[in-house]
């Protein structure tokens, strides 16, 4: 049985808490405003399609191959949860970003060919949500899309608040990252429940 409710809680905490893309699209749109920043987060957009379907077709082929691989990556993806809450719990809302280059459609995209990030949160998704309920292409296409939306929106939120966002996340710090920590364990001790 497909478990929607701790799917996109997964969803939304790796793709809403602080990393590569949301930092950047914050800070460019804090930069040089919103509706420039806005193409930066279209090269997200498509970089993150792409990803996830080069991730999906990756843990597909593996699933196929070695069907025992399952749960190793339930384990690894679980390991990864809590890997992550940690550092939600330790991290901290000073970020030093480089303010020197202008955000383009380019740098978006490229940007997720390097953020490993994107690829853990595709391959968790698809190994331990998706693949074990769902097998069929257009199903996988239909979660490809969903998981391209959820995760590029994080993008698009933290550039369209800006400065806004970043004061109420450092005003707030410890709270929201002892929230975000605690839903990523619960999704973490889930996976085998």
């Keep these: 049985m497909f478990q929607l409710a701790d799917f996109l809680i997964y969803c939304f905490i790796t793709a809403y808490t602080p990393g590569a893309n949301n930092l950047l699209s914050m ?10 920043s806005f193409v930066f987060n279209l090269g997200i957009t498509v970089g993150f399609l792409v990803i996830m379907a ?26 990864y949860m809590l890997f992550l809450a940690w550092r939600i719990c330790r991290s901290s ?13 380019v740098s978006g995209m490229l940007l997720q060919f390097v953020n490993f990030k994107i690829y853990i949160y595709a391959i968790t998704a698809m190994s331990l949500y998706i693949m074990p ?29 800006g400065n806004l966002l970043c004061s109420f996340v450092s005003k707030h710090e410890k709270a929201v990252n002892t929230i975000m920590a605690l839903l990523l364990v619960y999704c973490a001790v889930a996976l085998f429940i």
């Design 27 to 36: 800070n460019y749109a804090a930069k040089y405003g919103f509706r420039n």
């Design 54 to 79: 080069l991730c999906t077709a990756f843990t597909s082929a593996i699933n196929a191959l070695i069907p025992k691989a399952r749960i190793l990556l339930q384990i690894l993806g679980a390991a």
């Design 93 to 105: 809302s000073e970020h030093a970003l480089d303010n020197s280059h202008r955000p383009t459609f």
């Design 133 to 161: 309920v769902y097998d069929s292409l257009w199903m996988l296409i239909l979660f490809v899309l969903i998981l391209t939306l959820i995760g590029a929106s994080g993008s698009f939120v933290w550039a369209f608040f």
